[in-house]
């Protein structure tokens, strides 16, 4: 997968080098060309000096071909205007905006760019938005038979209750983080676009539960 990331601070730089060893191809844009130093002489992808929102600079740093986009830079403003660009003019799929201010989090939760805030913020964390790779574990009891861990969820399942995924999986849903906000789940509530869903499992289930909860219900397409 080829990755464009806006933004090479302490996370985007760390994002870029973690995407790179993993056999990615990876751009990185930043207007600041004095921040590639903290890529080192090893790196082999793109330095694009430019606007993380500027079109041209965009298809430099080959958003065409893009299977991911990360906006990390110091700019809420810039972050979320990249994000947007990204998705709805060049059709990037996987994209994600890094904030500080957690009050507009709904805002661009509702504009459907995922974010997250900073204190938050990991390049693990968004590597994860970006690729999906089953459950990530979150707390283990101290026997390690039971274990929270974050879920992919599939869009098949929006407007689903959450009972729905508890029988299908074989798992208890301990909270969903919508719009930013973690939410105890109440009797009825359904899944949205958006939420990031949290449940309880045996350790030894958490695979097939992750591949259940991946897939769309019932088999459907």
Known sequence: MHFVIM?????????ALTVEARGHSVAVVDQDADAFRRLGASFAGQRVTGVGF???????AGIHQAGAFAAVSSGDNSN??????AREKFDVQNVVARIYDPGRAEVYQRLGIPTIATVRW???QVLRRL??????SEFRDASGRVVLVEVPVHDA????PLSALEAAAGVRVAY?????????????????????????????????????LAAAPGGES
Request: aromatic share 2%; net charge negative.
């Open 7 to 15: 933004g090479c601070g302490r996370v985007g730089s760390s994002l």
């Open 157 to 160: 399942w929006v407007g689903q």
């Open 176 to 212: 969903v983080t919508r719009l930013g906000q973690g939410i105890v789940p109440v009797r009825g509530m359904a899944h949205q676009e958006g939420d990031v869903v949290h449940v309880v499992v045996a350790d030894e289930r958490v695979d097939a539960a992750a591949a259940v």
């Open 131 to 136: 690729v999906p790779q089953g459950a990530l």
């Open 80 to 85: 979320i205007l990249a994000a947007r660009v």
């Open 122 to 124: 990991t390049a693990d």
């Open 54 to 60: 500027d079109h041209d600079t965009l298809v430099e």
